[in-house]
C-alpha cells in the first residue's frame, strides 16, 4: 500500500481561533490515495483544529501531523508551499481575498504554485464550473457582489481545481442545491480515482447517512476527548463504513 497523503500520530491540539471548538485529543488517522473519512461534528462547538491542523496552519500541542510522509514542521518554507499548494478546501463563505474577483480568487492557487500555462489552468476552471451548476464559468467581480450560490458554486471549483492531493470539505453541505451536492459528491469521487485522499467534515445527517461518498472511514466530532473504544481500521483509528463510526 502506498504511504498515507495525510496521517495524524496521536494528536492533541486546541483550536487556532479563541471561539468556542472541542479539541481534538489522542487523535490518529492516516488516509491513503483514495480513501475518503467522513467526519461528523456538532455544529455549536464548529469541526474544531482537525483540517487546519492537516494543512500545516496549525501545530499540534503533542503528537506528529504528516502530509506525504514528512512532518509540516521539518518542512522548509518553500516545501511547505509546494504542499499546501498540492491541497483543495472548501471554505464556505470565508476565504475570500476580497481585492481580488471570484475568478481570480478560484485560480489563485493554482497560478500561485505551478508552471500551468493560465489558460490550461482556466480551462479546467470553466470546466469545473459547468460541472458544478456554472455555465457561464466562474463569475466575475468581487466576493462581496457575486451571488451566495454562485459564490458557493465557485469555492468547490477553487477546492477541486488542480487535481490536489488532499481534498477537505470542511463546511456542512446543509443548504446547498441538491444538485450541487450531487454534482460535488460526482467530483469528489473523480477525484479519489485519480488518487486523491478526502476529509469531508459534515454536520448534515443526510450526508452523514447518505450513499453518494461511499466513505471508507467514518468518525464523529462528539466533544468527548478520546477515542471511542471500537476497534482500530487498517492504518486508523476509526471504523470503517461498516461499523456505526468512531467518537473523538
Not at 53 to 72: H, N
Not at 82 to 109: A, C, M, P, S
Not at 160 to 188: M, Q
Amino acid at each position: 500500500m502506498p504511504d498515507p497523503i495525510v496521517e495524524f500520530q496521536s494528536v492533541t491540539a486546541a483550536a487556532a481561533d479563541a471561539g468556542p471548538s472541542a479539541p481534538l485529543a489522542d487523535f490518529s488517522l492516516a488516509l491513503h490515495p483514495g480513501e475518503l473519512a467522513l467526519v461528523r461534528f456538532d455544529p455549536r462547538p464548529g469541526h474544531g483544529p482537525l483540517p487546519d491542523l492537516a494543512m500545516g496552519l496549525l501545530d499540534p500541542d503533542r503528537g506528529t501531523v504528516r502530509f506525504q510522509g514528512e512532518p509540516w514542521p521539518s518542512l522548509r518554507p518553500d516545501e511547505v508551499a509546494r504542499g499546501r499548494g498540492q491541497i483543495g478546501r472548501l471554505f464556505g463563505k470565508r476565504g475570500w481575498v476580497y481585492h481580488l474577483d471570484v475568478d481570480e480568487n478560484v485560480t489563485l492557487r493554482a497560478r500561485h504554485h505551478t508552471r500551468r500555462p493560465v489558460p490550461e489552468i482556466e480551462a479546467e476552471a470553466h470546466r469545473l464550473a459547468v460541472a458544478l451548476g456554472l455555465p457561464g464559468g466562474i463569475p466575475t467581480g468581487r466576493p462581496g457582489s457575486v451571488d451566495p450560490d454562485h459564490l458557493q458554486r465557485s469555492a468547490c471549483v477553487r477546492m477541486l481545481l488542480g487535481s490536489p492531493r488532499l481534498i477537505i470539505v470542511d463546511e456542512p453541505t446543509a443548504g446547498l442545491p441538491p444538485d450541487l451536492s450531487d454534482a460535488l459528491a460526482a467530483e469528489v469521487r473523480a477525484a479519489r480515482a485519480a488518487g486523491a485522499a478526502v476529509v469531508w467534515m459534515t454536520a448534515d445527517e443526510r450526508v452523514w447517512r447518505g450513499r453518494a461518498l461511499h466513505p471508507t472511514r467514518r468518525l464523529e466530532r462528539s466533544g468527548h476527548t478520546h477515542i471511542d473504544g471500537a476497534a482500530a481500521a487498517p492504518a486508523a483509528t476509526a471504523t470503517t463504513t461498516a461499523g456505526p463510526g468512531a467518537r473523538f
